[in-house]
């Protein structure tokens, strides 16, 4: 390459395209595969991805196997290894990372372990604290960053399952009040409790069940 030389992660990752050509049948026969193989490379070699085109794989993989439920874990769990080693890549390359990933978080199956919950909640919470600490965005563009993820995050709190939900519950409120995360300012947080919270409140309030803290 004239480039320089490319990464053997790079490479690997291109010949992946071929296989993701096949019927939709195939493709999704083979998603516990996929997903599964491609979580061991980013956890083992991820700092290697260099290119755009490898990390539009990593994406697409995982927007397209994240409601499966063989590859769910897998994908979930790439999505919390993006999350949290390369912020990078929902701070500075626009929206349309950050879209995928909030898409993703929101595929998690309400039947599936509810240690996945946490995982969400978690990536979720993570992606908050560093849009809210991140330089080179704009005030407009971080704050409405910001509002996408809380989004998220109050919606995972209807989780009817109490340890979910609760769980959702305290990441929601940490990501708000928290000290390590910046005061949000007067209008993101009327957007939030306009917008957000009071249309979610009914919902909020038919999960909780006798005993939960309704604080």
């Known amino acids: ?32 595969r996929f997903t599964s193989g491609m979580l061991m490379l980013l956890r083992s070699n991820g700092s290697m991805l260099r290119e755009e085109k490898s990390w539009e794989m990593v994406f697409e993989i995982c927007d397209k196997f994240a409601q499966q439920p063989a590859s769910s874990e897998c994908t979930l769990e790439s999505l919390h290894y993006i999350i949290t080693s390369h912020p990078e890549l929902y701070m500075h390359s626009g ?3 950050m879209k995928i990933l909030l898409n993703v978080a929101g595929t998690a199956r309400k039947d ?20 809210s600490s991140a330089t080179g ?6 704050a409405e960053r910001r509002v996408q993820t809380l989004v998220w995050l ?62």
């Open 112 to 131: 599936s372990p509810v240690e996945r919950s946490h995982t969400v909640a978690n990536s979720l919470l993570f992606m908050h604290e560093t849009l």
């Open 1 to 32: 390459s004239p480039r320089g030389p490319r990464s053997p992660v790079d490479t690997l990752f291109a010949t992946l395209r071929p296989l993701l050509q096949l019927p939709d049948a195939v493709v999704l026969s083979l998603g516990s």
């Open 154 to 215: 109050a919606t995972q709190t209807l989780d009817p399952r109490p340890d979910a939900h609760n769980y959702a519950m305290s990441m929601l409120h940490k990501a708000l009040f928290s000290s390590t995360v910046a005061t949000p300012d007067a209008d993101m947080m009327r957007r939030f409790f306009d917008e957000i919270f009071y249309r979610l409140l009914p919902e909020i309030i038919r999960h909780f069940r006798p005993g939960d803290d309704i604080r």
């Open 137 to 142: 965005l704009s005030e407009v563009d971080s």
């Open 95 to 97: 929206p349309r990372y």
